[in-house]
């Protein structure tokens, strides 16, 4: 119950600090949300390590610093996420069901703080394009006054790097804010896969079909569900799904859909 209570607080403190245009100095960010910031952005930096272990697939070594992330911070969804699928991939399925549930249980909260924190590299970001603005002058000015040519050669060189930078900052101020809000539909797709072994099929159905509502072009999932209608035999329903993928575009198993065709025809 205290846990609770600690995470509806925190949560609040985040909608506060989404709903006022704070910047990281001002005088009202009160000591309990810097901490929680900061605390995110360690907890953040032995996700990413974690993260990219996985990649490599060192699995072992991934679920240390996803494990060292979540000591930080016990909310952190996306290392739930992919600790789960370490636990799927050692047959571990009870825990990786555990583990993708509050994964998807605390997304909208950490997705806040993605938020929260994108917010504040941007400020970075236009600090350093005003920085850069207002030194281009003094260097136009200065390759203005001056006669040697070596010397005129290094200041453009300067001049050179700084538009490309603010060109480059100016890109990435345009870019639209990361919809960090909505669970992937990787993670619906994930957890079907786990119900599945687990043969709780009603279950993984619900979550497949969750997938393809949220990415009509997730063809594994669309895979899964005409298999599932195609395991109990229900045909008709394999069909729709065939259909429903097809008609966004997406491949479905010309081996499952030649089966599910013949299965009809019987």
């Not at 360690?42 to 979540?70: I, N, P, R």
């Not at 996306?78 to 998807?104: H, R």
């Not at 997705?111 to 350093?128: P, S």
Request: aromatic share 12%; net charge positive.
């Amino acid at each position: 119950m205290k846990k609770r209570i600690s995470v509806l607080w925190i949560f609040f403190v985040i909608m506060v600090l989404l709903a006022t245009p704070l910047s990281f100095g001002q005088r009202d960010f009160h000591m309990v949300e810097k901490k929680l910031v900061e605390k995110f952005k360690m907890a953040d930096a032995k996700f990413q390590k974690g993260k990219d272990l996985f990649v490599k697939e060192k699995y072992a070594k991934a679920e240390t610093e996803l494990k060292k992330c979540l000591e930080i911070m016990p909310e952190h969804a996306e290392a739930y996420f992919f600790l789960s699928q370490i636990d799927y991939k050692k047959g571990n399925l009870e825990q990786a069901l555990a583990n993708i549930e509050k994964a998807k249980n605390n997304y909208e909260f950490i997705g806040q703080l993605y938020n929260f924190t994108h917010q504040e590299r941007l400020e970075a970001l236009r600090d350093e394009q005003m920085r850069l603005e207002n030194e281009l002058p003094q260097l136009q000015d200065a390759l203005a006054r001056t006669t040697r040519e070596e010397e005129k050669q290094k200041i453009q060189i300067s001049i050179n790097q700084i538009k490309n930078s603010i060109s480059q900052i100016s890109a990435r101020l345009n870019e639209p804010i990361p919809p960090a809000l909505q669970i992937p539909a990787e993670y619906y797709y994930f957890h079907g896969n786990i119900l599945f072994k687990l043969k709780n099929f009603q279950e993984a159905h619900v979550q497949y079909k969750e997938a393809v509502k949220i990415n009509p072009r997730h063809e594994n999932a669309y895979n899964n569900l005409i298999n599932l209608f195609f395991m109990i035999k229900n045909y008709e329903g394999a069909l729709y799904w065939v259909n429903q993928a097809e008609s966004n575009g997406v491949e479905v198993n010309p081996e499952l859909k030649k089966a599910v065709l013949k299965g009809l025809d019987k």
